[in-house]
């Protein structure tokens, strides 16, 4: 039996004017948003799939499918607070985790600490076991060119 589990998880939203942008379960202020099924919350999303494959659980469209109706819109902190049910239903806390986001616009540095409040609450960590950080492309990709958003993000587990 583990004592430590890794895990990691990508994901990426497109970008389109007139959707509300989620990062991390905080709103940001832009004219764009996320393309998805759920809130297109695409941090949390990764986050959630760095936590499934760390317990060889599978991915976030196993567990939630695009489609199920029951999924149409929902809060992605919702999603996160499901499965954490299942890492702490297979014996497991959270570590620590790392989520790296790349967009191009809007800058999301100033809302870095309020993405890092909302997960640790929801992680059941302390801040210092959540670290976001964020970074454009250089114009470089899709993301460059501010078609859409990706995230990695890794996590450790350790057993409870």
């Known amino acids: 039996m583990n004592s430590f589990r890794i895990g990691q998880g990508y994901d990426v939203h497109r970008i ?3 959707l509300p942008m989620w990062l991390c379960g905080v709103r940001i202020e832009s ?6 099924h759920s809130d297109g919350d695409v941090a949390i999303h990764a986050l959630c799939d760095a936590l ?3 317990l060889a659980l599978g991915d976030i469209g196993h567990h939630f499918p695009d489609s199920s109706d029951e999924f149409k819109g929902i809060d992605s902190k919702i999603l996160l607070s499901r499965v954490m049910d299942m890492v702490r239903g297979k014996g ?3 570590g620590n985790v790392d989520i790296t986001i790349a967009l191009q616009a809007p800058k999301i540095g100033g809302c870095v600490p309020a993405m890092r409040a909302t ?6 960590v302390p801040e210092d076991c959540v670290s976001v950080k964020a970074t454009t ?4 990709g899709f993301v460059g060119r501010g078609e859409g958003c990706e995230v990695w993000a890794v996590c450790l587990l350790q057993r409870i």
């Not at 004219?31 to 998805?36: I, K, L, S, T, Y």
């Open 31 to 36: 004219p764009e948003g996320f393309v998805a």
């Open 119 to 124: 997960l640790a609450v929801l992680l059941g």
């Open 16 to 18: 389109a004017e007139g």
């Open 52 to 54: 499934l494959g760390a």
């Open 92 to 94: 497991y806390s959270v």
């Open 137 to 140: 492309t250089e114009r470089l």
